[in-house]
């Protein structure tokens, strides 16, 4: 039994795509497509809300005056 041989499909139950022999992903191009731009979205998001912290955490730093760093 090799693994190479069987044909799998897209993970995404609605979409359901056979995949290429040999493709290494769960799910097809496009649904990768679709999945990355909903990262990046996520990214965008967690990344500014943890600006914002970064910048909370640095502000409250020069306020206190037992912060030495
Ligand atoms: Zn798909």
Do not use: D, F, Q, W
């Not at 990046?40 to 970064?54: E, F, P, Q, R, S």
Request: glycine share 8%.
């Amino acid at each position: 039994m090799s693994e190479e041989s069987e044909i799998r499909y897209c993970k995404n139950k609605k979409c359901h795509k056979e995949l290429p022999i040999g493709y290494k992903h769960k799910y097809c191009e496009a649904c990768r497509n679709k999945h990355a731009e909903t990262a990046k979205n996520i990214i965008k998001g967690v990344g500014g809300t943890a600006l914002g912290l970064v910048v909370t955490v640095v502000t409250l730093g020069k306020i206190n005056p037992n912060n030495k760093a």
